[in-house]
T-cell receptor, first 113, second 112 residues
């Protein structure tokens, strides 16, 4: 049962343009959401997070938007750079109780120079 | 270097065998999580330990077991290995249950 879904396995974007990565979740108990970035032969690294009490969180070129009613979040990267090419994982958890992260299947972003 | 150390980096073994994967968490982190990533799959949660005690269990097979030792390092034991167990196994740690994770670089297990 995949509680966190990333329906686009891949995305290609021109350098300088906006990259939008999408994620949907099914468990309404999730209240903390994260994005991780993964390069080949490395473990995932934390990128940005958002709590369910907010609908937007921004960190430099990265912004995460949360739509609780739609159970949807997205990651915007503006402007996209070739170094952003990686696999991006969306993750969700509860902040209390059993709070292990549930991950999506990832979206491979390719930024074309 | 994330501070989470996983050994070995690569492991090739035969079906039916048993292997042990090791994880040393980041200094001061009490929680250790194990994840499996199979080909084209997301990260599947296996098990979490917090300060030596099992805290949560995911889709971990009965052939798999884990433990966290007093020095907080953790081991994941995989037995009666099957071809389908070939995957990347990641360990992550966090300072407390529910805070952000730091991942190790993973162990790539190949069962032949």
């Amino acid at each position: 049962d995949q509680q966190v879904k990333q329906n686009s396995p891949s995305l290609s974007v021109q350098e300088g343009r906006i990259s939008i990565l999408n994620c949907d979740y099914t468990n309404s108990m999730f209240d903390y959401f994260l994005w991780y970035k993964k390069y080949p032969a490395e473990g995932p690294t934390f990128l940005i997070s958002i709590s369910s009490i907010k609908d937007k969180n921004e960190d430099g070129r990265f912004t995460v938007f949360l739509n609780k009613s739609a159970k949807h979040l997205s990651l915007h990267i503006v402007p996209s750079q070739p170094g952003d090419s990686a696999v991006y994982f969306c993750a969700a958890s509860r902040q209390t109780g059993a709070n292990n992260l549930f991950f999506g299947t990832g979206t491979r972003l390719t930024v074309i120079p | 270097d994330s501070g989470v150390t996983q050994t070995p980096k690569h492991l090739i073994t035969a079906t039916g065998q048993r292997v042990t994967l090791r994880c040393s968490p980041r200094s001061g982190d009490l929680s250790v999580y194990w994840y499996q990533q199979s080909l084209d799959q997301g990260l599947q949660f296996l098990i979490q330990y917090y300060n030596g005690e099992e805290r949560a269990k995911g889709n971990i097979l009965e052939r798999f077991s884990a433990q966290q030792f007093p020095d907080l390092h953790s081991e994941l034991n995989l037995s009666s290995l099957e071809l389908g167990d070939s995957a990347l196994y990641f360990c992550a740690s966090s300072a407390r249950s529910g805070s952000g994770y730091t991942f190790g670089s993973g162990t790539r297990l190949t069962v032949v």
